[in-house]
C-alpha cells in the first residue's frame, strides 16, 4: 500500500513563527497536493505538485508557500503563521491525472 | 468549471438501516468519480472508484454506480453498523485539470 506520511498530527505555533509542514510518500508518485480543511469550508488546495521542482497554486495559495526537491517529499511553509491558519492540514498524493488521491493522516495545527 | 454536489447532512440512521448518499456533479471531459470517507480524527480514505459510464465501485459493502445520464454517483450500503459512522465525500477528476475536486461531504451517524 501506498503509504503517506505527515511529520506531526498536532503541532502549536506562534503568531509569526515561520511554519514547515512535511509530508514523504513511498510509493514513487508524481503527484502531490496539500490541503487545508476548515468546518462548513470542506477541503481547499492550497498548492500542488506535478513534478520535482515544479508547484502550481491551487484555490487558496495566499500566506503559503511549497517546497519540492524530491519526488518524494512536498513541504508546505507558513512564512509568517498568522491564527486564521489554524486548521487541518492534509497532503495527498497520485500517481497520474485520473487516478485518485492517497491522503496522510493530517496535521492539525493551532497558531496562537 | 467542474464541480460536485452532495446531499447535506448529517444523516442519522439506526444500524442495519440502508443508506443512499446522493451526489451529482457537473463536469467538461469524461471524469474519473471517487467516494472517500474520514473517520473522526483521520485524514481520507479512499472508499471506491469508477473511472468510466456505468461502471460500479464497490468496497466494504458499500457501492456507487457511474450514471452519465443523470450525472450522478449515489453511495449506497444495504445494511450499515455503527462503525460506518464517518464524514463521506464525492470527488470527480478530469484530465482537464488534473486536480481532484470535491463535494462538501456528508456526515453519516449510526445508532445502535
Known amino acids: 500500500d501506498v503509504k503517506v506520511t505527515q511529520s506531526s498530527r498536532y503541532l502549536v505555533k506562534r503568531t509569526g513563527e515561520k511554519v514547515f509542514l512535511e509530508c514523504v510518500q513511498d510509493?514513487?508518485?508524481?503527484?502531490m497536493f496539500w490541503y487545508r480543511q476548515d468546518p462548513g469550508l470542506g477541503l481547499r488546495l492550497i498548492y500542488f505538485?506535478?513534478?520535482?521542482?515544479?508547484?502550481e497554486k491551487g484555490d487558496i495559495p495566499e500566506g503559503y508557500s511549497v517546497s519540492r526537491e524530491k519526488k518524494e517529499r512536498f513541504s508546505l511553509i507558513l512564512e509568517s503563521a498568522s491564527t486564521n491558519q489554524t486548521s487541518m492540514y492534509l497532503c495527498?498524493?497520485?500517481?497520474?491525472?485520473?487516478?485518485?488521491?492517497?491522503f496522510g493522516s493530517g496535521t492539525r495545527l493551532t497558531v496562537v | 468549471g467542474d464541480s460536485v454536489t452532495q446531499m447535506e447532512g448529517p444523516v442519522t440512521l439506526s444500524e442495519e438501516a440502508f443508506l443512499t448518499i446522493n451526489c451529482t456533479y457537473t463536469a467538461t471531459g469524461y471524469p474519473s468519480l471517487f467516494w472517500y470517507v474520514q473517520y473522526p480524527g483521520e485524514g481520507l480514505q479512499l472508499l471506491l472508484k469508477a473511472t468510466k459510464a456505468d461502471d460500479k465501485g464497490s468496497n466494504k459493502g458499500f457501492e456507487a454506480t457511474y450514471r452519465k445520464e443523470t450525472t450522478s454517483f449515489h453511495l449506497e450500503k444495504g445494511s450499515v453498523q455503527v462503525s460506518d459512522s464517518a464524514v463521506y465525500f464525492c470527488?470527480?477528476?478530469?484530465?482537464?485539470?488534473?486536480?481532484?475536486?470535491f463535494g462538501q461531504g456528508t456526515t453519516l451517524q449510526v445508532k445502535p
Open positions: 510509493m514513487d508518485h508524481e503527484n
Open positions: 505538485s506535478y513534478d520535482v521542482k515544479m508547484k
Open positions: 495527498a498524493s497520485s500517481p497520474g491525472q485520473l487516478y485518485g488521491y492517497t
Open positions: 470527488a470527480l477528476r478530469t484530465s482537464n485539470t488534473g486536480k481532484l475536486i
